[in-house]
């Protein structure tokens, strides 16, 4: 079993529509990470979360220590979101990363 | 200006031959990373430096090198080409100096090099 899984594996919306991605993880962290890939391959990071909540334009990532879980939020979506989201989890220690297997969003106009 | 950059962005090779991937950081960090990414999209880190010092080393096969200059620079050795090195790798780096930035540890990726061999 993987120490990181997202759900859901593969995502169509609609343009505008309100879009969740969520990411459980059984490892204790010390940081988690939301990132995105285009079609192209290029990598980005879009959030590095250790507790609460962050924005950065549509988007909103949070996560739940406790419950060890992370969703990112997308508002309004457009089709240049689409992309394969990738959860990943700095585990305590700072020695291991864990990566999650992504989650393809297509955002059809 | 290019934050990280790798050379080169494609590399075909035969089985057996050895070599290198380069990267280079603008930004000032203080670690690097490697990632493999497979054919199945799945991303794994190989190896971290910081400051100089290798700080994970997962379990790859020792035919791969990762080689730091300085902390600037990461690069990547591979010895003994296979098949199954076939892969994208990432390089990536990351500000770890002080856990309370906004920055702390967010990581910035560079284009990938696309490794096939042949």
């Known amino acids: 079993k993987n120490e990181v899984e997202q759900s859901p594996q593969n995502l169509t919306a609609q343009e505008g529509e309100f879009i969740t991605i969520n990411c459980s993880y059984s490892?204790?962290?010390?940081?988690l990470h939301w990132l995105q890939q285009h079609p192209g391959g290029g990598i980005v990071s879009l959030f590095m979360l250790s507790s609460g909540k962050k924005k950065h334009g549509r988007l909103i990532a949070t996560i739940n220590i406790q419950e060890k879980h992370s969703s990112l939020h997308i508002t309004a979506s457009h089709p240049r979101d689409s992309a394969v989201y990738i959860c990943a989890v700095l585990e305590y220690t700072g020695n291991q990363f864990y990566f999650g297997t992504g989650t393809s969003l297509t955002v059809i106009p | 200006d290019t934050a990280v950059s790798q050379t080169p962005k494609y590399l075909v090779t035969q089985m057996g031959n050895d070599k290198s991937i380069k990267c280079e950081q603008n930004l000032g960090h203080d670690t690097m990373y490697w990632y493999k990414q497979d054919s199945k999209k799945f991303l794994k880190i190989m190896f971290s430096?910081?400051?100089?010092?290798?700080?994970i080393n997962e379990t790859v096969p020792n035919r791969f090198s990762p080689k730091s200059p300085d902390k600037a620079h990461l690069n990547l050795h591979i010895n003994s080409l296979e098949l199954g090195d076939s892969a994208v790798y990432f390089c990536?780096?990351?500000?770890?100096?002080?856990?309370?930035?906004?920055?702390?540890?967010?990581?910035?990726f560079g284009p990938g090099t696309r490794l096939t061999v042949l």
């Open positions: 990536a780096s990351s500000q770890d100096g002080n856990p309370r930035t906004p920055t702390y540890n967010e990581q910035f």
């Open positions: 430096y910081n400051n100089k010092e290798l700080i």
């Open positions: 490892v204790g962290i010390s940081a």
